[in-house]
């Protein structure tokens, strides 16, 4: 259980030895807490709780002195804060990182690459969902609906080429984001009609499409925060999204090539598959949000697909998503004094 995902509504979590041990509201007629779960403390690497959560301050000490960040997120999926070990020894690295960060000839190259990977992987993407949808694949459907025309993969490839050739991060922002105006259509393509997806919408999400890639980008995202916290860097000092009060921005640099990957694939398997149904979604202060029900099906996915291994073909090894977004900030950190290392995660 790398995870532990504390979703149901007014839960308590207790430290009984090494183990949390985790309690529920009294049913109606009893005074008395329902112990929910035993979970031994070695078995946990990050916590995710929701708003309402309430840990005794011995749990709360003993998660964080195993070095467990805890993240705290509202109702609506907005990410409301975390408790992350103290780290204090990495002030040498955090100067140099500094010191790099305001090198246009360290920057450019890296938010390049990063660049290049998210349109290599919004590519493979559209390609896999071609061939599964070709009326000639194995487990096609009788009525396949033709995947993403070949114009729009051949487009992609196109653009892919002009990033190596950029001289400037605006123009590389401009990639990227044509990049996304051409893959989003072609990706929406393959939804099931019940849920359309015209355009994305974030603050709020306009409906159930929109409301899970939101959630998916903000879990992965904070991973990201956590795992560049842990190994020593500032995540607020950015490369392709620029240095700005009140955002991570080198976190929103790191995860830009697995938002195809994981989030969107995601919510597209979760729609097709019917994982997810309009019951699992709630109207509220103008937005569209997953309910209790929808948020523990969806962490469900998440753990899934982050923690499922698989061979990759760049890394050379079998792996997960999880131990390949860790290791972009480890590559980032080496790369402040070898820029040629850092290799942004590639699907296969």
Not at 34 to 44: A, E, H
Not at 310 to 324: D, I, K, Y
Request: aromatic share 10%; charged share 20%; glycine share 4%.
């Amino acid at each position: 259980m790398p995870t532990l995902i504390l979703n149901q509504a007014h839960c308590r979590v207790a430290l009984v030895s090494e183990r949390l041990e985790i309690y529920g509201p009294p049913p109606d007629d009893s005074t008395t807490e329902q112990r929910l779960r035993t979970v031994p403390l070695l078995d946990v690497e990050r916590v995710v709780a929701g708003e309402d959560t309430h840990f005794t301050p011995a749990a709360l000490a003993a998660i964080l002195r195993r070095q467990i960040p805890i993240q705290f997120f509202a109702w609506n999926g907005r990410f409301l804060g975390s408790f992350l070990p103290a780290q204090n020894h990495h002030g040498l690295s955090r100067l140099r990182q500094y010191q790099r960060t305001e090198d246009p000839a360290f920057v450019l190259p890296l938010a390049g690459r990063l660049v290049a990977a998210k349109i290599y992987n919004q590519r493979r993407v559209l390609q896999r969902l071609r061939a599964r949808r070709s009326p000639d694949a194995p487990d096609a459907p009788a009525a396949a609906a033709p995947g993403a025309p070949p114009e729009v993969l051949d487009w992609l490839n196109a653009l892919l080429a002009q990033t190596a050739r950029a001289r400037s991060l605006d123009e590389l922002r401009g990639y990227e984001g044509a990049a996304s105006a051409r893959y989003f259509p072609a990706w929406a393509a393959a939804l099931p009609p019940a849920f359309p997806f015209e355009q994305r919408s974030i603050r709020p999400p306009r409906n159930p499409v929109n409301a899970c890639i939101s959630f998916g980008a903000t879990l992965l995202y904070h991973e990201a925060v956590a795992f560049i916290h842990a190994h020593g860097l500032d995540p607020a000092l950015g490369l392709l999204h620029a240095t700005e009060n009140g955002r991570w921005s080198l976190a929103l640099d790191l995860i830009e090539p697995f938002r195809p990957v994981l989030v969107e694939a995601l919510a597209l398997d979760l729609f097709s598959h019917q994982i997810l149904n309009h019951a699992h979604f709630d109207a509220r202060d103008g937005g569209c949000y997953l309910n209790e029900a929808g948020r523990k099906k969806f962490f469900l996915q998440y753990e899934r697909r982050m923690e499922r291994q698989f061979l990759s073909e760049s890394a050379g090894h079998r792996t997960t998503l999880r131990q390949q977004l860790e290791q972009q900030a480890v590559q980032f950190k080496t790369a402040l004094d070898r820029p040629e290392i850092f290799e942004p995660f590639l699907m296969n």
